[in-house]
């Protein structure tokens, strides 16, 4: 449930945070003249999907889509427009974004909104530092465009002016829980969830006996790490382990990384980056593993795009990052809540 008022269109409530929200206004304006410079194509995708992406702890919202022979097809309110963007690279986009509206059923909270904007760029170009330099612009570009000098959050100022951190997973382990977290992945595709609980309990760390390795690793990263970063100036955290690669490809000197990083400022999660995978065959594997592991924890489980695998298989090696704007608006407006700076929360 929202702490917010249910009438967000009172006068006196919508007046306090309209100047927030022409700073939107602003902002997403300096995100497209940022794109339409380097000629990115900006795409719609369409909100409704035969899979709404496939993160084993995302709930999506269902409908059904009537046909007009009467008959009925499942669909789904994507979760991200990633699935879209990669056909699009498939068909032949070199470089393109969207500011997707996208939707996330259960998340409700003050950096949470069961709709929210996602802003997804991506280059058919292996290289990853491409998106590095581009995260560092952007932020600079939307905190010009803001009119800020500076992010805020829960009393911390970040500079985004700064050339940004980075630290690899394995360091931010090791520097702020004090935890080898590689030595619980002997093995790197069977982690053993054992030595991490171990490693957490004896640094404090609450976990129960029945978490999975990847629960582990959320707990110590929500508790001891994510605090940590992005402070006095956005920290990039790459390097992650490839039991954590989601969509990501291994990386080429160190298969046991995958490529991907995140972007955090003042402790708070902006950002998404991958080295995309294009293993139709190896996806099809990961999105099987997830939606077992879906069904186990919640009793559901929705269905792989077949389409998807089939434009992976034809995609050119890309890199694509997905951005939250809503959390990024926060930060250049000092906003304490997501609803802050949405024009109509939903009721």
Known sequence: MSDRPERWWARDAYRARRPKLLQRQAILSGIRGFFSEQDFVEVETSALQVSPGLEPHLQAFATDLLRADGSVLQRYLHTSPEFACKKLLAAGEPQLFTLAKVFRNGERAATHHPEFTLLEWYRADPDMERLFDDCEALLRAAARAAGVQ?????????????????????????????????????????????????????????????????????????????????????????????????????????????ERFEIYVAGLELAN??????????????????????????????????????????????????????????????????????????E
Request: proline fraction near 7%; aromatic fraction near 8%; hydrophobic fraction near 50%.
């Open 150 to 258: 500076s992010l805020q959050w829960q009393g911390q100022s970040v500079d985004p002016f700064q050339a940004f951190e980075r630290v690899t997973v394995e360091d931010a382990f090791q520097r702020y829980a004090g935890i080898d977290l590689f030595a619980s992945l002997a093995n790197p595709a069977a982690p053993d969830a054992a030595v991490l609980r171990a490693a957490a309990r004896s640094r404090g760390v609450r976990v129960a006996d029945d978490d999975s390795w990847a629960d582990l690793v959320t707990k110590v990263m929500l508790e001891r790490i994510e605090p940590k970063l992005g402070i006095g100036r956005p920290t990039f955290l790459t390097d992650y382990p490839i039991a954590l690669a989601a969509l990501a490809r291994p990386k080429a000197q160190a298969p046991h990384l995958a």
């Open 273 to 346: 980056a991958f080295g995309e995978l294009t293993d139709p065959e190896e996806q099809r594997r990961r999105f099987e593993a997830d939606m077992d592991l879906k069904q186990q924890l919640y009793g559901l489980r929705y269905p792989i795009d077949e389409g998807f695998l089939a434009a992976l298989s034809e995609m050119p090696a890309a890199c694509g990052i997905a951005l939250g704007v809503d959390r990024l608006v926060m930060l250049l407006t000092g906003a304490a809540h997501i609803e802050d700076v949405l024009w109509a929360p939903v």
